[in-house]
């Protein structure tokens, strides 16, 4: 059965609608070969209005959706007078969106269960692919529980596989993207204080800017297992929003994530590609988890890996927040592990985070309210290029003799044993008194963390005790080659020149030399 023609609109192929005779016949509906709507608009292929009575609609081959607009594969309608709107709950509901645009897979109205008890079938498998705009695999306005299953999404723009605004739908199976090409896409879009509860979030092969998860003031619920790899944002530039990332919520939205087993680096449980815009090479998209004014919670352990992005996890604004449960562990090579804008909270605590490339584990606030729990987390260093903390607000001199107790939030930094000459603070705009004597050929202590683990810009340096700096050309390997005893540079933030300086006292003594021919 086909549905043809631009013109064609408001034609259904199989309804099911009755008036109430006082016989309450159990009607059925089972299909195994080719339904398809390939143009038209309003048009339906099962329509289930009054009185199937319990009856079962199989759909073993699904019902195809390749062109038009505003087509439904299966119309639930509401309860009206007569015989019970219900399937059976053995009932298996599949539909394919290759095309059009605002179709619809399952749309319903009516409050409904979906349970193979025989578990031989799924209930429900629905994909979204191709050249698809702006369609929906399952759209509820009612309170649904679709059984086992699935719904993939795999191509198209702006696509939604499971969406709800007046209704709560449970899913016994799972919400996935799969290999495609595709612009904003979401897999589950949960509003207006609504619920999605899925058993999965999955992605497969390698998918493109999209966002699985995405609450707007709504809950989502991942009840099982994450395991998203392969998301990448592809074509980015200033002119639009390509991104991708497993969870965004906002709008006082809920997201909660489980998880039954811990990935590693090569298989992570979520897993994003990013890349710097084509038009402002400055800027990096790319996402693990991103609440703004929203919350997620991830109430077991995660492995997030997030390459050439922008961060691990973000949270900013207003009732932004991020819970990330003990013994879970983010990799970035780029941008943050853990971001704030200063006013979104995260909560990630006796954790792992590994930063490689030029990456940033979080920011440091001296003074304000401090965004961030990360006690108890260890920072392991892989690369030389790597910052591991930005210290920012900061109001009161931080002493050189106490400098490292004084800026770690109670962190561990290691390294791989091979990258050493990483930095762990990074200072603009402070007064750095130098309060106790340094060396610079130290091997530990203050005088190696201040040479070798700290850097400031845009700073007042007092020099109040001696400073030494004669060095072999052999020690200068962590120095570039120099033997330079102190040193300020401005920065951008700078206003003027007064706040980038140094003051050496009339007792201190400042010594520079090389001590071979090098």
Do not use: C, W
């Not at 996935?176 to 897999?187: A, D, K, L």
């Not at 800017?209 to 998203?228: E, F, K, P, Q, W």
């Not at 990799?331 to 940033?360: F, P, R």
């Amino acid at each position: 059965m086909k549905i043809e023609g631009a013109s064609s609109k408001n034609n259904a192929m199989v309804v099911f609608d009755r008036k109430n005779s006082g016989v309450n016949h159990v009607l059925s509906f089972f299909n195994d070969g080719l339904m398809e709507i390939e143009d038209g608009s309003q048009n339906i292929g099962v329509f289930i209005g009054t009185g199937i009575n319990k009856g079962t609609v199989e759909l073993n081959a699904p019902i195809i959706i390749s062109g038009g607009t505003n087509n439904v594969a299966v119309y639930h309608g509401a309860q009206g007078v007569g015989p019970t709107n219900q399937l059976a709950g053995q009932s298996v509901l599949k539909a394919d969106i290759t095309g059009g645009t605002k179709n619809i897979g399952y749309f319903t109205e009516f409050a409904q269960t979906l349970n193979d008890t025989t578990g031989t079938k799924p209930n429900h498998a629905f994909t979204i692919s191709g050249t698809a705009e702006n369609s929906i695999g399952i759209y509820s306005k009612a309170n649904v529980n679709i059984g086992t299953g699935s719904v993939v999404l795999t191509g198209g723009t702006n696509n939604v596989g499971l969406y709800t605004e007046n209704g709560n739908i449970i899913s016994k199976g799972s919400i996935e993207f799969g290999t495609g090409t595709s612009v904003g896409n979401v897999g589950a879009y949960a509003k207006n204080g609504y619920s999605i509860t899925v058993d999965s979030a999955k992605a497969t092969g390698t998918s493109t800017n999209g966002t699985l998860l995405y609450s707007d003031g709504g809950t989502i619920n991942v009840t099982s297992d994450v395991s998203a790899t392969g998301m990448q944002v592809t074509g980015a530039d200033t002119s639009n929003k390509n991104n991708s990332m497993l969870a965004f919520s906002t709008g006082g939205g809920i997201i909660n994530l489980s998880n039954n087993i811990l990935g590693s680096s090569s298989t992570p449980d979520i897993e994003v590609t990013g890349m710097a815009l084509t038009d402002a090479s400055s800027m990096y998209r790319g996402i693990g988890l991103m609440a703004d004014g929203g919350t997620i919670n991830v109430l077991s352990p995660v492995y997030i890996k997030v390459t050439n992005g922008a961060a691990g996890v973000a949270s900013i604004n207003t009732n932004g927040n991020i819970n990330i449960a003990a013994g879970s562990t983010i990799e970035v090579d780029n941008g943050y592990a853990v971001y704030s804008d200063g006013t979104g909270k995260i909560n990630m605590q006796n954790s792992t985070i590994i930063l490689g490339g030029n990456a940033t584990a979080f920011d440091i606030y001296k003074s304000g309210t401090n965004p961030l729990t990360v006690t108890g987390t260890t920072v392991k260093v892989v690369s030389n290029d790597v910052i591991v903390f930005n210290v920012k607000n900061i109001t009161a001199p931080l002493d050189v003799s106490t400098l490292e107790a004084s800026i770690n939030p109670g962190v561990t930094v290691t390294n791989d044993g091979i990258h050493t000459q990483y930095i762990e603070a990074a200072v603009d705009k402070a007064i750095i008194n130098v309060d106790t004597a340094l060396n610079k050929a130290d091997t530990s202590g203050a005088s190696f963390y201040f040479y070798n683990r700290f850097i400031a810009q845009n700073s007042v340096l007092n020099v109040n005790e001696n400073v030494t700096s004669e060095l072999a050309t052999s020690q200068t390997t962590n120095f570039k080659g120099q033997v330079i005893a102190l040193e300020m540079n401005s920065s951008k933030s700078a206003t003027s020149n007064a706040t980038s300086k140094i003051n050496i006292a009339s007792s201190a003594t400042v010594k520079a030399g090389r001590t071979d021919a090098g």
